[in-house]
DNA sequence: GAGTATAGTGTTATAATATAACAAATTTTT
DNA sequence: AAAAATTTGTTATATTATAACACTATACTC
């Protein structure tokens, strides 16, 4: 147990649970009608946590959906690191852990020479299950 | 002047028109109210156009943003294949253009081999104006 | 060129996503 | 324990995006 999870606030932890249970990306106000019964109200009590949850490195937003995925690099502390695949049939999103290209996102520099702070990549793609089923499909 | 700039329509033409009058990237709803004059009255015309446009690889969504933005690549056919770089603190976005950059996400693969059909990256720090800036406030 | 398929338009209403603002309670620091 | 910082709870509202439907324009094909 780390530090980190060990100073969440109570609606963090209940917002960042909900999270883990879920192999897909869930959005705000699914997360916010699944913890209605553990007295989480509003929305902005669900953001506020994913906020935080997020700065910590947590969990992260997978932009093109707007959806909020647990982060599933063990001792993940870099925030705003993020690369994701995700499948355009059924929107399942995998985290990808690739040092190689982890260290070109890393060493890359534009044409000023800035050194950026974080950055985030969504690959767009069909996953082998969704492909397998679109070749079920035209066999006959 | 290619096939497809030709084949837009009225609201498509409009549209783009002021994307491409801005630097930055523009909201939809800016873009509504900057082009009511024009006979444009409602979300969807915009959001239809905005779509088109996507689809055509003549503009660019940034998703971290909520914005739209002209594509800066000459002859572009290529949607969906998009690397920006994102000021912090202006907000200002640059389209890069960087032929190694490409050729590693072009080439990647997951573990499963899958193929991508497109990518999205967006790198987040502080340009070079606004650093000069902040060294300038800090200066006294 | 008549018929039909395809894409685009205009419109109203509404859904989905996100934040502002403020008072109260809790936790952490000094 | 007082002060500071964070979190909570709440109401209201802002922002972003799409559904649905009737209609028009353009392109395609026989």
């Known amino acids: 147990m780390d ?3 060990k100073s969440l606030s109570k609606n963090q932890k209940i917002v960042l649970d ?3 249970k879920n192999k897909k990306p869930v959005k705000a106000y699914s997360i916010l009608s699944n913890v209605q019964k553990k007295g989480i109200n509003a929305p902005p009590q669900v953001y506020r946590a994913l906020d935080k949850l997020i700065e910590i490195g947590k969990i992260h937003r997978v ?3 707007n959806s909020f995925v647990a982060c599933k690099i063990s001792n993940c502390d870099t925030p705003h690191k993020t690369v994701f695949s995700i499948c355009n049939s059924c929107e399942i999103v995998s985290e990808i852990n690739d040092p190689k290209l982890f260290k070109n996102l890393k060493d890359f ?3 000023d020479g800035t050194v950026f702070d974080g950055y ?3 690959f767009f793609g069909t ?3 969704c492909k ?3 070749i079920e499909n035209t066999k006959h």
Chains 1, 2 share one sequence.
């Open 109 to 111: 520099r534009d044409k």
């Open 63 to 65: 932009e093109s959906q």
């Open 18 to 20: 909900f999270i883990q």
């Open 120 to 122: 985030n990549l969504e």
């Open 127 to 129: 996953c082998k299950s």
């Open 3 to 5: 530090k980190k999870s």
């Open 132 to 134: 397998n089923k679109q």
